[in-house]
């Protein structure tokens, strides 16, 4: 692909901005990791104004950031741009995400693929009809289909839909995130997460519920967009947002975080979070939720602790010895770091593209 003019073009939802979505991190880790292995990269991305006011990463020093305002200012600024490059990935959630699909795929002469960071979601779209970022009728068309979702959720990407390559392409940590923090712990147990409906009935089981039961712990919440009328806990503390340059030291003070899984995540299966993957990197050991897969990622009381209850999680906090906790926390670390990360997804994605 280095003949022609830039190696990969991504159109993504955020790449600049961190604010109320997961896109941002996957997307920085991937390219870092392209770019550390030589790659040219140009992603582009529309300027709402919601990430305009929220912008934690103006501008990246491992690709080249284009920002348009409409479908229109898309294909007359960066057409061409499109049309040659060596690979053109569109990714879920994009707005006007199907005519933009349409053009690169009658556009674009290279590789032509779609990175989908929300897989169950767009398939129960495409399901009911509703889905506004890609149409079944493309999906055959494409010459890759990632997948955040890996398992039984390929099989039925080429077997209802019609996807040629279907390929899990999970998300990963950002190599430069960091060591673990060597700091005492200020909270017991924390997450970090935009709020989310279905997210919340496993975060009052898992979290707030144990912090009732425990006031002598203390406990964080760190994310946007959660309702005014949530009942806190005088011992849970909040954080509205943390920027991804954040996170590592956010992860470094818990002496326990909790990964939640959206409902229709834990439905599909093996759909790790990057916030798995980041916690991880730090050596914060991981109570989680339940889901198939997981354990295959990371074995459970080796390398996560699974929690059905609020009483798992109780006694993981007042009644697992501090080396088995210690323990827990850096046997995760070793699995993410050797193929989880962001150079590790980006080798994984050019053997794909090149092989």
């Known amino acids: 692909m280095s003949s022609l003019r830039d190696d990969f073009v991504f159109l993504g939802l955020s790449l600049s901005s961190s604010w109320g979505n997961g896109h941002a991190t996957t997307y920085r880790a991937l390219l870092r990791g392209l770019s550390q292995l030589g790659q040219k990269i140009l992603f582009l991305e529309r300027d709402a104004p919601w990430y305009a006011a929220n912008r934690d990463l103006p501008a990246p020093d491992f690709c080249e950031l284009g920002l348009y305002e409409s479908l229109g200012d898309l294909t007359e600024r960066f057409e061409d741009r499109m049309s040659g490059a060596g690979a053109v990935i569109v990714g879920s959630y994009v707005p006007e995400g199907i005519a933009i699909l349409d053009t690169v795929l009658r556009r674009a002469r290279g590789v032509k693929a779609f990175y989908d960071i929300d897989t169950p979601v767009t398939l129960a779209g495409l399901e009911s009809g509703t889905e ?61 997460g935009t709020y989310s409906p279905d997210r919340q009935p496993a975060l009052e089981r898992l979290l707030l519920q144990p912090a009732r039961r425990l006031p002598h712990r203390r406990f964080v919440v760190a994310g946007p967009q959660y ?107 070793r699995i993410v770091l050797a193929g989880h990360t962001g150079t590790a997804r980006a080798r994984a994605l050019l053997q794909y593209i090149q092989g």
């Open 132 to 192: 506004t970022y890609l149409a079944v009728r493309q999906i055959p068309a494409l010459d890759w289909y990632f997948s955040f979702t890996g398992g039984p959720t390929l099989d039925r990407l080429h077997n209802r839909f019609g996807a040629r390559r279907p390929r899990a392409l999970y998300c990963a940590v950002d190599d430069a995130l960091g060591q673990p923090a060597a700091v005492p712990p200020r909270w017991d147990l924390g997450y970090l």
């Open 227 to 333: 309702p005014d009328d949530i009942a806190w806990p005088a011992n849970v503390e909040r954080i509205e947002h943390l920027a991804p340059a954040d996170h590592a030291a956010f992860y470094g003070l818990q002496r326990f975080t909790l990964n939640v899984t959206r409902a229709a995540m834990v439905a599909a299966g093996w759909s790790p979070s990057v916030r798995l993957f980041e916690a991880a990197c730090c050596g914060t050991p991981i109570i989680s939720d339940r889901w198939a897969g997981l354990t295959e990622l990371l074995p459970d009381r080796e390398a996560v602790m699974i929690a059905d209850d609020t009483e798992a999680v109780i006694g993981a906090l007042d009644r697992m010895s501090e080396p088995d906790r210690v323990r827990i926390g850096e046997q995760a670390r």
